[in-house]
């Protein structure tokens, strides 16, 4: 229970004042306290000092119980006022109450003053602890509980009031829209401590550049939001450079070890045109990226025609669009059977299954969705749900428990870097019951040379499980002919853009002999893909080719 340590009393009688403290002692209760009389004396003692209670008469000389209520809820709305009378009516007791007053008790029963103190502070104590309760929940609900800058919810209904009266009143305001380009650093090698020590630190080195009008917000993660009240665009470039160039100037040390930092930022111009906060904030992170394109460290203002950002905007439909098709089985396979051009081939169907994805207006290829895949990190697992898919399906059909046939399945490289894959390969495989000879996983020259020491690890692991390997779209950089030595493939697909033209072109027909020599001579089937007539089929065969594939062999179609 609280302790009653400071009193306020309000009384024109210091007799009175000394009766009343005269029987607090009596109950074991001696607090400071302050007498005053009217209502100069009381406003002064209310603004001075905090009081756990305030204890006053009803009828004073040009004063009265009513005032100090008022006074003191004024104040200190949660402060209990108990009124100790001589005189009051019961219809006067009733209005006290109503104005705020706990209690009201009659000078000759002062016994009931020391419960009712008792209970007022207990009550009081209460109040106050689900004041602050409410007080933080609120402030909670509005700031970010790291850095306790404003909350996205929180900024996203200041926009929204921008916006409005941009609307309104053709003025103009700014947002801009920040990345801490090294925070995924930071957090890697030294753990989330440093991280969120490191987002404190940007918080406050805003804070200090952004205009008291303005707002500042954590976005979520490493993001950042300032709306710019009244501004015009050189004055919001300004402002934007000033904050890129003191992150950069920041050091941030964890444990004896620096880092370096930078933003990125997004900068939108709010007016009267400007139709939605969705479309502001879509804009600016559209921005942002393209600061980060093109070399971090840099703003980049919202620019309707721009090619990049045009380019990203349809990348990013593409991502929602592939979270869609994830979640709900719109992937699906078609397959492209391939010829044998020789008779020495091995026995069996050779074909390559390729991934699509259903659409509201019918089949969608993947050179539409895969790119935005690729800038957005969903490649990994798209090529998850292809291996499942085509994992199911030779078990289904029995082909992949067969003596014969080879099924080829396209990874990216990001799917390489993926160090559980080759892990989920071996779940899947026997989830599914089929033979790992069965299967070639395949993948592009370029995305293998990029990541070799990954690439060799994998197709090591890969093969010693009995699965084959391909290296695909071969020949698109002559100089990888020595990576051969260091790759363990076992087919090569020759770049269709050699095979297309090679009865016309015999640059291209030198390139596509020299591909299959070269792989025959390191012990390797080879493949032409784009083969598109026969006349292409037959001079294929005449110069050795395994493999043919294309349209001119099959066109690719649903599995059934």
């Given at each position: 229970m609280s302790e009653l340590k400071r009193l306020l009393l309000v009384d024109d009688s210091e007799d009175d004042a000394f009766l009343l403290l005269r029987e607090l002692a009596r109950g074991?209760?001696?607090?400071k306290h302050r007498l005053v009389s009217d209502e100069r004396s009381l406003r002064d003692a209310l603004q001075r000092d905090d009081w756990d209670m305030v204890i006053t008469d009803h009828n004073m000389p040009g004063f009265s119980s009513e005032l100090t209520i008022a006074m003191t809820r004024e104040r200190f709305p949660e402060l209990p006022v108990i009124i100790v009378s001589g005189t009051i009516g019961e219809e006067v007791a009733v209005n006290a109450m109503k104005a705020g007053a706990q209690d009201y008790i009659m000078k000759d029963n002062l016994s009931r003053l020391i419960p009712a103190i008792n209970r007022e502070l207990k009550e009081s104590h209460v109040r106050k602890a689900k004041l602050e309760a409410e007080t933080t929940l609120a402030h909670m609900a509005y700031h970010d509980s790291l850095t306790d800058l404003l909350?996205?919810?929180?900024?996203e209904r200041r926009l929204t009031a921008l916006v409005e009266e941009a609307q309104a009143h053709h003025c103009t305001h700014?947002?801009?829209?920040?990345?801490l380009d090294q925070f995924k650093i930071v957090n890697d090698t030294c753990g989330h401590g440093a991280g969120d020590e490191l987002l404190k630190q940007i918080g406050v080195i805003l804070a200090r550049l952004v205009r008291s009008d303005d707002t500042l917000a954590r976005l979520g993660g490493d993001e950042f939001g300032v709306l710019l009240y009244r501004c015009d665009e050189s004055q919001a470039i300004g402002i934007a450079q000033s904050l890129c160039e003191a992150v950069r100037d920041h050091r941030f040390i964890w444990h004896n070890r620096p880092f370096a930092l930078s933003l990125s930022v997004g900068l939108v111009m709010i007016g009267h045109e400007t139709s939605s906060t969705t479309e502001i904030l879509k804009q600016a992170d559209l921005a942002c990226y393209a600061a980060k394109d093109r070399g971090r460290n840099n703003v980049q203002v919202y620019q309707e025609d721009d090619h990049d950002m045009k380019q990203r905007q349809n990348d990013m439909h593409w991502t929602s669009g592939i979270h869609d098709a994830l979640q709900?089985?719109?992937?699906?396979l078609h397959q492209q059977p391939m010829a044998a051009l020789q008779a020495s081939c091995e026995e069996g169907l050779h074909a390559e299954f390729l991934v699509r994805m259903r659409g509201k207006d019918g089949i969608i290829y993947p050179g539409a969705f895969i790119p935005a895949a690729e800038r957005f990190?969903?490649?990994g697992k798209i090529d998850r749900r292809v291996i499942e898919m085509v994992f199911q399906y030779l078990d289904r059909t029995g082909l992949g428990r067969q003596d014969t046939g080879t099924y080829f399945i396209n990874l990216s490289g990001t799917s390489l870097g993926d160090g559980e894959l080759f892990t989920f390969i071996r779940y899947i495989v026997q989830r599914y019951r089929i033979r790992p000879e069965r299967?070639?996983?395949?993948i592009t020259e370029t995305a293998a040379i990029a990541n070799l020491n990954t690439t060799v690890g994998f197709i090591h692991d890969i093969r010693e499980d009995g699965f084959k390997f391909a290296l695909d779209d071969f020949g698109s950089g002559m100089s990888s002919f020595s990576y051969l030595k260091t790759l363990p493939v076992d087919y090569l697909k020759i770049d269709g853009s050699f095979v297309r033209n090679l009865l016309e072109n015999p640059i291209?027909?030198?390139i596509v002999d020299a591909c299959n020599r070269i792989g025959h001579a390191a012990g390797l089937k080879t493949i032409a893909e784009f083969v598109e007539n026969n006349a292409v089929r037959e001079r294929l065969t005449e110069i050795g080719l395994d493999y043919a594939q294309g349209f001119g062999i099959a066109r690719p179609g649903p599995v059934d």
């Open positions: 074991g209760l001696k607090p909350n996205r919810r929180e900024f700014a947002v801009l829209y920040l990345d709900n089985g719109h992937f699906f990190g969903l490649m299967v070639c996983f395949e291209d027909l030198g």
